[in-house]
């Protein structure tokens, strides 16, 4: 690898954050955030030293489902701004150094939609066939619903015309007919108009759902398979954009993960969330046992040299433990959310990682020094830099979908409106603004945003752990992982103690005689020239090791 290539491939090294519109920053103050007041924040970002922002749906919306519930594919929703601030924040970020994508959302659209709107008009409609129908009374579908607590089916009778639309989600939200035609043919305009104005990839939503097939829909004709579909927006996306990716939402066995990459091809997906190794680290976090994390990195399959996995400890819906199994679930429960308003769905937690640590900040900074050691590239969700938690009281996924914690004044400086006219409460008590907000971090060299802004830096000067070959260090304590990945001359060890006890842990630097030396990359140091080094780590406690020829300074 070249370092030139590391801008030809730019998700392979990047630093992703995650945020919403509208709880990021309100600039007018009517209680909702808006593309103006996150342009004020795009150097807020630079600071932090993200390289890549991901939007979450700003497109016009009942927002019945946080804006994931579209009416125009192609527009900016009104209370967020307009064309014209979506392109400023766009450039602003460019500017900075900082890469765009937005939440590409295929699988459906709002029933207020004008396509859907138009399609219940009647059976022979124009529009009609951009969704899927049947005329027959569906089979019991509950097994297959997304939200348990809201559906019953994933299908739904329609009045007027006497059939039933599909919807693996909401019935607010019908699915797309992607079998047709006229259907993708109008993605792919979506894909270049937003490309057009500058964004640089997409985060595809929800892409197993993508899938029509005839268990599912009952209809053979209307089979779709996702991988053809996959296929045709990323050729297309290639065509317009050459420097563009996709990163998937893909909740799926290692297999089936691999084939959404393209395989060998490897002409699908870029990039892909690793849910697999999320809920392998809070299974080791709970058991203080790095076993399943060693586990789930060692059953990753080989990908194509153009792909990656993106790490990350939370996202902004619920924490997902499905791919665990029932036992190890009810451990992560025990540990990090045992209260029954703790939990969602019966599968996942609607928690914040410090609330789940019970705030101790040596752990949650392990935690967070962890997902950045994972090869991969890591993806942080607003808020997480500055410890943020999560409102039990709020619906679902929305418990940590709240307002951007600023300072420690009224809203947590997020908005200038009354509090009862923001888009959402903010947190309360002990993680509320006047404990946890930004002002008060900043300037503070012990707070965690600090320690987030050296944790970011550091990753961005380690490109081994996005392109280099990853093996892990056996050690005699199952608390810790010793992990090595190498590059060229060079390697990056990190060292993990998962556990609460102090530990001792000999780190292979030069066993092979190969005149290397070890620096600290937190303390900026050399450690030693030997062949090994004793690392002793508190509780909970790490280093960063970069393995280098002696004396060698193009690397840091």
């Not at 064309?83 to 939440?103: C, F, K, P, Y």
């Not at 103690?497 to 050399?526: F, I, Q, T, Y």
């Amino acid at each position: 690898m070249r370092v030139t290539d590391t801008s030809d491939l730019w998700w392979k090294s990047a630093v992703i954050y995650c945020l919403d519109v509208e709880t990021f920053y309100d600039a007018d103050g009517d209680g909702t955030g808006d593309l103006e007041g996150l342009a004020q924040r795009i150097d807020y970002l630079a600071e932090l030293g993200i390289t890549c922002l991901w939007l979450m749906p700003f497109y016009p919306s009942p927002d019945r489902d946080d804006g994931y519930d579209l009416t125009d594919f192609y527009g900016v929703d009104p209370r967020l701004g307009n064309h014209g601030q979506l392109v400023e924040v766009i450039r602003t970020a460019h500017d900075r150094g900082i890469n765009v994508i937005a939440d590409l959302v295929v699988n459906h659209t709002s029933d207020r939609h004008p396509w859907f709107q138009a399609a219940r008009r009647s059976t022979s409609n124009r529009y009609r066939d951009h969704y899927v129908w049947r005329d027959t009374e569906p089979p019991d579908t509950s097994k297959l619903v997304v939200f348990p607590d809201r559906e019953d089916s994933i299908w739904e009778l329609d009045d007027r015309t006497g059939e039933w639309y599909l919807h693996n989600f909401y019935k607010h939200q019908p699915d797309l007919n992607l079998a047709n035609p006229e259907v993708v043919d109008e993605i792919l305009r979506v894909v270049g108009f937003w490309l057009e104005l500058g964004f640089d990839g997409f985060r595809v939503d929800g892409i197993p759902f993508l899938e029509q097939n005839a268990k599912n829909i009952g209809d053979p004709a209307l089979v779709v398979d996702p991988h053809e579909l996959m296929r045709t927006i990323r050729s297309f996306l290639n065509r317009r954009a050459g420097h563009a990716m996709m990163l998937g939402e893909v909740n799926l066995a290692h297999a089936q993960q691999l084939a959404f990459f393209g395989g060998e091809a490897a002409d699908e997906l870029q990039m892909q969330f690793d849910f697999i190794g999320m809920q392998a680290t809070y299974l080791a976090l709970a058991r203080e046992d790095a076993g399943p994390i060693v586990t789930a990195l060692e059953e990753r399959p080989a990908i194509g040299a153009t792909c990656q996995w993106a790490t990350f400890l939370r996202n902004h819906d619920e924490l997902t433990l499905d791919k665990i199994s029932d036992a190890e679930r009810q451990e992560v429960f025990a540990a990090f959310g045992p209260e029954p308003e703790m939990q969602l769905y019966d599968r996942g937690l609607k928690r914040r990682l410090p609330t789940m640590l019970g705030g101790d900040p040596r752990r949650i900074r392990m935690a967070y020094s962890l997902m950045f050691s994972l090869p991969g590239t890591p993806t942080l969700y607003y808020g997480e830099e500055i410890g943020m938690g999560e409102d039990l009281e709020a619906e679902g996924r929305m418990a940590v979908r709240t307002p951007m914690q600023w300072s420690g004044g009224r809203n947590g400086g997020f908005s200038t409106a009354a509090p009862s006219r923001l888009v959402q409460r903010v947190v309360p008590d002990a993680y509320g603004p006047e404990h946890v907000n930004v002002v008060s971090q900043m300037h503070d060299p012990e707070s965690l945003w600090s320690f987030m802004r050296k944790l970011i830096s550091i990753r961005r000067t380690c490109p081994e752990l996005g392109w280099g070959t990853w093996s892990v260090v056996e050690q005699p304590s199952a608390q810790v992982l010793v992990q090595r990945c190498q590059l060229d001359g060079s390697a990056v060890v990190t060292v993990h103690n998962l556990g609460a006890e102090p530990v001792v842990v000999d780190v292979p630097v030069d066993p092979r005689d190969e005149d290397l030396e070890a620096v600290d990359l937190m303390a900026e140091e050399v450690v030693t020239g030997a062949a090994t080094t004793r690392v002793a780590l508190d509780g909970y406690g790490f280093r960063w090791l970069r393995v280098r020829p002696t004396g060698d300074l193009s690397i840091p």
